[in-house]
Antibody, heavy 117, light 107 residues
Framework: QVQLVESGGGVVQPGRSLRLSCAAS????????IHWVRQAPGKGLQWVASISSDDIIKNYADSVKGRFTISRDNSKNTLYLQMNSLRAEDTAVYYC??????????WGQGTLVTVSS | EIVLTQSPDTLSLSPGERATLSCRASQSVSSYLAWYQQKGGQAPRLLIYGASNRATGIPARFSGSGSGTDFTLTISSLEPEDCAVYYCQQRNNWPITFGQGTRLEIK
């Protein structure tokens, strides 16, 4: 079964940085676009960023553009999200999700990021 | 940005009843519309893609319909385990957007 396992979450002060990772297994990681989706406490789902399978095309939500950077290492089957200049409103559970034919068919269990002084 | 508006916000029904959840897009998303189920404390799970195709392992009581701007998720006969929040998502335009969710309660 496809596995996506996020890590790197924690408590961080406003203005600081954090890097999330998403380790993929049991599928050919380099063949799929991957996304980050977040969910603030008690709120709905918000798409954050995506990266193409070949690491060429990256897209970002306006709310994180210029502060977050998505990347991947296909040799390590790992996705990353570098988050800089963090704000209180970035507090959320961050999920990575695999895209297959325009659908997010597998999701990780999520990692919680709390931005607080 | 395409806004997806789901209705109702909350739906409370009994086991065996039929549930009808709606998702309306602010502009056409063709058939690039998916539905996800999220139970408390869990990651979302794909139910329906391409507006009407059931994902692998999803029970036949779940069905999707619609195209363009109006979509429906139907659960034909509710089971207690269907208690969850349901989200629609469009993949036709950037940015990718989700609806605000419909909470389904089972009496």
């Amino acid at each position: 079964q496809v596995q996506l396992v996020e890590s790197g979450g924690g408590v961080v002060q406003p203005g600081r940085s954090l890097r999330l990772s998403c380790a993929a297994s049991r599928f050919t990681f380099s063949s799929y676009d991957i996304h980050w989706v977040r969910q603030a406490p008690g709120k709905g789902l918000q798409w954050v960023a995506s990266i193409s399978s070949d690491d060429i095309i990256k897209n970002y939500a306006d709310s994180v553009k210029g502060r977050f950077t998505i990347s991947r290492d296909n040799s390590k089957n790992t996705l990353y999200l570098q988050m800089n200049s963090l704000r209180a409103e970035d507090t959320a559970v961050y999920y990575c999700a695999r895209e297959s034919d325009f659908r997010f068919d597998f999701w990780g269990q999520g990692t919680l990021v709390t931005v607080s002084s | 940005e395409i806004v997806l508006t789901q209705s109702p916000d909350t739906l409370s029904l009994s086991p065996g009843e039929r549930a009808t959840l709606s998702c309306r897009a602010s502009q056409s998303v063709s058939s690039y519309l998916a539905w996800y189920q999220q139970k408390g404390g869990q990651a979302p799970r794909l139910l329906i893609y391409g507006a009407s195709n059931r994902a692998t392992g999803i029970p036949a009581r779940f069905s999707g319909s619609g195209s363009g701007t109006d979509f429906t998720l139907t659960i034909s006969s509710l089971e207690p385990e269907d208690c969850a929040v349901y989200y629609c998502q469009q993949r036709n335009n950037w940015p990718i957007t989700f609806g605000q969710g419909t909470r389904l309660e089972i009496k």
